[in-house]
């Protein structure tokens, strides 16, 4: 939370008191992601008077400002920023209305801001007439243009936007951040009421405006936290010293206590996202195995074929599966009998969802018992190398999404008992052919156009039916640009004859070898 905006709300009048009437004496960087800002009452003897530092760490894993009692500047390797403003006086410092981002405006009418975003932290100059002058990471290329009078964000936030907004504090409140979010939803559990839940709401914005701050442990990293919700190791009333022992506590962990930090933190929003999936998925089912089946509205609509009028949107009959009536929707310019074929069309594919949905179930189950393993195991490393090992022999350093499923990657449809992968977009494409097809693998492809890469995964001693092939060629020709095409020229190879040279675009390949079959595109 060192970087929440109710932080910042209440750091920007610390530094005012500090800073106000000062003179912004110079800014250097002897470090790529480091910036140092010196402040004095005076800068005309050699000595400077009642000097201030404010040490700006903008990594992208780490950005935090921090205010050294002093700093020895190096001789070599240094570079001399916002060299404009040198010499000119602090006349306020203040954070913008919403946001995290705190402007030390100066007398002369310039101004610097200490955007605090994450890893898109940067600082920023901009002058009288309120424009960008200078900008410390130009990798950062949408703060070439930011505007200064923008970052200021009114919002109504009172009793009445609160009940307009169906009783939804985040539109009124998004800068409250996770923490805050995550014990405010708590407090919030079971008040229905909008002054019951209104009067929370202010309750938890007085405990995280009143000038107490803790400095917590989570998941083995410190923590500057406006809230005590964990076991406190220090608490502070000055937010400065409160940032720096924050700031201090960060820089002497060890590597062995970063890196379990960050792979602990990574692992649990992983087992996160799987309970989230698990969560919908189980609800899916539950809907999809509760509700009347395609099959059985099918068999409802034939055998009462004589009783539905023609041309009829609804029909009501009796469920024989339930002992109950119920209510079918119809394609009026349908027979009663096409009806029941489209219901049975939809059993088919509700079938295959139902595969879907179980197969994703057993691999996320399966992938939750690994995380929590995985957990386990970390806890007992207590050295570096051991732990960067086990991390890599566990292909735990790839970022910090869940694996997806084969049939959450790809569209997937399967015909006369072989299954057909088709690529979702050009990336995708790369995916599928690169990693998720084998040599003996099936590769399709419209010919000459942008398309899906479509694949037939290889039965082990069967030969492909030419059924198979077809169907999947007009999968291939549906998913490309002849769509619309009256037929579709489909290339048809082994996947061992499709090669992706380095420095290709997402998608493109080169087929060494290939057969053409015409097909009419189709869909699912």
Same mark, same amino acid.
């Given at each position: 939370m060192?970087?929440?905006?109710?932080?910042?709300?209440?750091l920007?009048?610390?530094?005012?008191k500090?800073?106000?009437?000062?003179?912004?004496?110079?800014?250097?960087?002897q470090?790529?992601?480091?910036?140092?800002?010196?402040?004095?009452?005076?800068?005309?003897t050699?000595?400077?008077?009642?000097?201030?530092?404010?040490k700006?760490?903008?990594r992208?894993n780490?950005?935090?400002?921090?205010?050294?009692?002093?700093f020895?500047?190096?001789?070599?390797?240094?570079?001399?920023?916002?060299v404009?403003?040198?010499?000119?006086?602090?006349?306020?410092?203040?954070?913008?209305?919403?946001?995290?981002a705190i402007?030390?405006?100066?007398?002369?009418?310039?101004?610097m801001?200490?955007?605090?975003?994450?890893?898109?932290?940067?600082?920023?100059?901009?002058?009288?007439?309120?424009?960008?002058?200078?900008?410390?990471?130009?990798?950062?290329?949408?703060?070439?243009?930011i505007?200064?009078?923008?970052?200021?964000?009114?919002?109504?936030q009172?009793?009445?936007?609160?009940v307009?907004?169906?009783?939804?504090?985040?539109?009124?409140?998004?800068?409250?951040g996770?923490?805050?979010?995550?014990?405010?939803?708590?407090q919030?559990?079971?008040?229905?009421?909008?002054?019951e839940?209104?009067e929370?709401?202010?309750?938890?914005?007085?405990?995280?405006?009143?000038?107490e701050?803790?400095?917590l442990?989570?998941e083995?990293?410190?923590?500057?936290?406006?809230?005590?919700?964990?076991?406190?190791?220090?608490?502070y009333?000055?937010?400065?010293?409160?940032?720096?022992?924050f700031?201090?506590?960060?820089i002497?962990?060890?590597?062995i206590?970063?890196?379990?930090?960050?792979i602990?933190?990574?692992?649990k929003k992983?087992?996160?996202?799987?309970?989230?999936?698990?969560e *919908?998925?189980?609800?899916? &089912?539950?809907?999809?195995? /509760? =509700?009347?089946?395609?099959? #059985?509205?099918?068999? @409802?609509? %034939?055998?009462?074929?004589?009783?539905?009028p023609a041309?009829?949107?609804?029909?009501?009959?009796f469920d024989f599966?339930?002992?109950?009536?119920?209510?079918i929707?119809?394609?009026?310019?349908?027979?009663?009998?096409?009806n029941?074929?489209?219901?049975?069309?939809?059993?088919? *594919?509700?079938?295959i969802? &139902?595969?879907?949905l179980? /197969? =994703?179930?057993?691999?996320? #189950?399966?992938?939750? @018992?690994? %995380?929590?393993?995985?957990?386990?195991?970390?806890?007992r490393i207590?050295?570096?190398?051991e732990?960067?090992a086990?991390?890599?022999?566990?292909?735990?350093?790839?970022g910090?999404?869940?694996?997806l499923t084969?049939a959450?990657?790809?569209?997937?449809?399967d015909?006369?008992g072989?299954?057909i992968?088709?690529?979702?977009?050009?990336k995708?494409?790369?995916?599928?052919?690169?990693q998720?097809?084998?040599?003996?693998?099936l590769?399709?492809?419209?010919r000459d156009?942008?398309?899906?890469?479509v694949?037939?995964?290889?039965?082990?001693?069967?030969?492909?039916?030419?059924?198979?092939?077809?169907?999947?060629?007009?999968?291939?020709?549906?998913?490309?640009?002849?769509?619309?095409?009256?037929?579709?020229?489909?290339?048809?190879?082994?996947?061992?004859?499709?090669?992706?040279?380095?420095?290709?675009?997402?998608g493109?390949?080169?087929?060494?070898?290939?057969?053409?079959?015409?097909?009419?595109?189709?869909?699912?």
């Amino acid at each position: 939370m060192h970087q929440n905006y109710y932080f910042l709300k209440q750091l920007a009048p610390a530094l005012n008191k500090v800073l106000s009437g000062k003179l912004f004496i110079e800014a250097f960087s002897q470090e790529k992601d480091e910036l140092i800002l010196v402040f004095a009452d005076s800068s005309e003897t050699e000595e400077w008077v009642n000097p201030f530092f404010i040490k700006a760490t903008l990594r992208p894993n780490f950005a935090c400002l921090s205010f050294p009692d002093s700093f020895q500047r190096a001789r070599r390797n240094s570079v001399n920023l916002f060299v404009d403003l040198y010499g000119k006086s602090i006349e306020q410092v203040r954070v913008f209305l919403n946001e995290r981002a705190i402007e030390l405006k100066l007398a002369s009418g310039e101004a610097m801001v200490f955007k605090l975003f994450g890893n898109r932290s940067n600082i920023i100059s901009f002058d009288r007439d309120k424009q960008v002058s200078e900008v410390f990471n130009h990798k950062l290329t949408p703060d070439q243009t930011i505007s200064l009078i923008g970052l200021d964000r009114p919002i109504d936030q009172s009793f009445e936007a609160f009940v307009q907004n169906e009783l939804k504090y985040e539109p009124l409140f998004p800068t409250f951040g996770k923490l805050v979010k995550k014990y405010l939803d708590a407090q919030l559990e079971g008040k229905t009421s909008a002054n019951e839940r209104w009067e929370v709401v202010q309750q938890v914005l007085g405990q995280i405006s009143s000038g107490e701050f803790y400095i917590l442990r989570t998941e083995l990293m410190p923590t500057l936290s406006l809230l005590e919700v964990e076991l406190v190791e220090a608490q502070y009333q000055d937010p400065i010293l409160a940032l720096n022992a924050f700031y201090y506590a960060y820089i002497r962990l060890t590597g062995i206590e970063k890196g379990k930090a960050e792979i602990i933190r990574i692992l649990k929003k992983r087992i996160q996202q799987t309970e989230s999936y698990l969560e *919908n998925t189980f609800r899916k &089912l539950l809907e999809l195995e /509760e =509700g009347s089946k395609n099959d #059985e509205v099918a068999n @409802i609509l %034939m055998a009462n074929l004589h009783q539905i009028p023609a041309r009829a949107e609804v029909v009501e009959l009796f469920d024989f599966y339930h002992d109950k009536p119920i209510k079918i929707k119809l394609k009026k310019d349908l027979s009663p009998q096409r009806n029941a074929e489209v219901y049975y069309r939809k059993s088919k *594919n509700e079938k295959i969802e &139902l595969a879907k949905l179980h /197969e =994703g179930l057993r691999a996320r #189950e399966n992938e939750k @018992i690994k %995380m929590t393993g995985y957990l386990e195991a970390i806890a007992r490393i207590e050295i570096l190398r051991e732990l960067r090992a086990f991390i890599k022999a566990n292909g735990l350093a790839g970022g910090e999404a869940a694996p997806l499923t084969q049939a959450e990657l790809f569209k997937r449809v399967d015909y006369q008992g072989y299954v057909i992968l088709i690529g979702r977009n050009a990336k995708n494409n790369d995916v599928l052919t690169k990693q998720y097809a084998f040599k003996e693998d099936l590769w399709l492809h419209a010919r000459d156009v942008p398309g899906s890469h479509v694949i037939i995964k290889y039965q082990p001693g069967k030969k492909f039916p030419s059924t198979v092939i077809e169907r999947a060629a007009e999968l291939a020709a549906f998913y490309s640009k002849r769509k619309t095409d009256s037929l579709c020229p489909v290339i048809v190879t082994p996947k061992k004859y499709v090669r992706k040279l380095k420095g290709m675009p997402d998608g493109a390949v080169i087929v060494d070898k290939e057969d053409v079959v015409m097909v009419v595109a189709k869909g699912e």
